[in-house]
């Protein structure tokens, strides 16, 4: 079975995960120190102290909406981003950072609203319907280890290399 024979399924992205909004930290409140601070469009300064626990997907919210960077460590995103963190998927987070970037988020409607995981995913959302995402935004379901799925990506050399160079 060869990978181009599967159909992949499709999910919602809200199903898959939680956009959580970062913390404000003002530039003259950063202590230095060895923790990443990110904003829209990747590292802007350092601190003492992180928000995250380890990997983390930091997306762009205001400014450069929708860019996607991959922390390898704790870090803290401000408020200018959204942030996916191992308490806000259970699915891998180098797969998801990928899928992100796949879906070209800098491309939506700057109106869209990732951090509630609503309007974007196709669910009801406080906002008005005008920005609201009349359907949910497609990714493919997220592989289980043990799946064929996963196998025939195995065997699928240029996927494999763009999923584990995240």
């Avoid at 990443?36 to 802007?44: E, R």
């Avoid at 003492?48 to 870090?75: E, M, Q, W, Y």
């Avoid at 509630?116 to 289980?144: E, F, K, N």
């Avoid at 996963?150 to 763009?162: D, E, G, I, W």
Wanted: with cysteine.
């Amino acid at each position: 079975m060869s990978a181009r024979s599967i159909a992949w399924p499709e999910v919602a992205l809200g199903d898959v995960c939680e956009f959580k909004y970062g913390k404000s930290l003002p530039k003259s409140k950063r202590a230095g120190g060895n923790v990443a601070v990110y904003g829209s469009n990747g590292v802007i300064g350092q601190h003492n102290k992180a928000i995250t626990d380890g990997l983390t997907i930091v997306v762009g919210r205001k400014g450069s909406f929708g860019a996607v960077n991959l922390s390898h460590a704790p870090c803290w995103p401000i408020d200018t981003t959204y942030y996916i963190d191992r308490t806000a998927t259970n699915v891998d987070l180098r797969w998801l950072a990928y899928q992100l970037t796949a879906l070209g988020l800098t491309d939506l409607n700057k109106a869209a609203d990732l951090g509630s995981s609503r309007g974007v995913a196709g669910q009801a959302s406080p906002r008005p319907r005008s920005t609201q995402r009349p359907h949910p935004i497609p990714l493919p379901r997220p592989l289980r280890r043990s799946s064929d799925e996963s196998a025939a990506l195995a065997n699928c050399p240029t996927r494999r290399r763009n999923l584990l160079s995240y």
